[in-house]
């Protein structure tokens, strides 16, 4: 019996001692731990009533700065609060793959179902990412990627460094005001003799015509595989208006001594400045002018005197 007596004592010793142990052990590893910090930050959502994306004011918990970024992204992911008029930015279906923070900037790899997002989605959910992750401090830019490849702008061309700048929110905090406009753009096939038809969105200040951001696309020339362009590209927009439905293109000299061609191809450089126009709602016509006059002998071919109504030279959409 006092065999088992002591046998007891002892495992209640050791017992005593483990459990002594582990308490301290307790005590100096949450001692010593990272405490989590409180951290009231903007999350950016979509406001339907000024159709742009707003701040609301979220509270996280985090213990180091690396675990912020996935703390800001799980509140963008999540959404809005219950209680809030604001709606979700994050389209259907795509999952942030990586995120990466570094001293001043982070990198987000988006899966490919961002790609086939509606072009206002994707706009109002690279402003959110951009603006909620800025918020976050000395944090002041955002690369992006769709599935490992650099997100591409309106353009087609890739965007890097993404500031509050670059992006649009609304016209409080928005330097200059920014809208979005689908146009379709008349370029030409490989051999010149019928027209391809690009849809693209633009960027557009509200404060200047939209006729003016849409030539300037034309001059530019198009981002689709297979389409030409129509205007030589040293030709500059010197001004633009319309008035009663008659859209008045003064455009440097460069149009008409840059010009190549015969009077095909001039018929289809004209045309389609004048067919791109006419597919706004408020122009009828196109009166084009250069520096300010208006030709009666273009190329030797065409009497430029008289506003222009759209011509069918052959169409094809883009693909």
């Known amino acids: 019996m006092d065999k088992n007596k002591n046998k007891f004592r002892i495992i209640g010793i050791i017992l005593t001692v483990v459990i002594v142990v582990s ?24 406001d339907a009533a000024t159709n742009m994306i707003k701040p609301e004011q979220h509270n996280i918990m985090f213990t180091e700065r690396k675990d912020l970024l996935g703390k800001v992204l799980g509140e963008i992911i999540l959404g809005p609060k219950p209680s809030s008029n604001l709606s979700p930015v994050m389209p259907k279906d795509v999952k942030i793959l990586t995120a ?3 001293d001043d900037s982070v990198q987000i790899n988006l899966s490919s179902d961002f790609n086939n997002a509606k072009v206002r989605e994707k706009l109002f959910f690279i402003s ?28 087609g061309k890739p965007l890097a460094d993404l500031t509050r700048q670059d992006v649009v929110i ?81 455009l440097s000299n460069e149009f008409v ?9 001039a018929a289809m450089s004209i045309y389609s400045i004048v067919n ?44």
């Open 23 to 46: 308490a301290v052990g307790i005590y100096f590893f949450t001692r010593n731990a990272p405490k989590p910090v409180g951290l009231s930050t903007d999350i950016y959502f979509y």
């Open 100 to 102: 990466n923070l570094n």
């Open 128 to 155: 959110s990412l951009v603006w909620s992750i800025t918020d976050i401090d000395s944090v002041s830019k955002v690369n992006i990627l769709v599935d490992g490849a650099p997100l591409k702008g309106i353009d």
């Open 257 to 265: 001594s840059k010009q190549q061609g015969g009077a095909d191809q």
């Open 276 to 319: 791109t126009l006419t597919e706004l709602r408020d122009v009828k016509k196109v009166q084009i002018l250069i520096e300010g006059e208006k030709p009666t002998d273009f190329k030797g071919h065409f009497d430029l005197s008289k506003p222009l109504e759209r011509k069918d030279l052959g169409e094809n959409k883009q693909n």
């Open 170 to 250: 609304n016209p409080l905090v928005s330097p200059e005001p920014v809208n979005y406009q689908i146009v379709r753009l008349y370029f030409l096939n490989a051999d010149f003799t019928q027209f391809k038809v690009e849809e693209r969105t633009i960027q557009v200040n509200p404060n200047q015509p939209v006729e003016k951001f849409i030539v300037e696309k034309l001059i530019e020339g198009p981002t689709e595989k297979d389409f030409y362009s129509t205007i030589p590209s040293e030709t500059k927009v010197r001004d633009i208006k319309t008035i009663e439905e008659v859209c008045y293109v003064d």
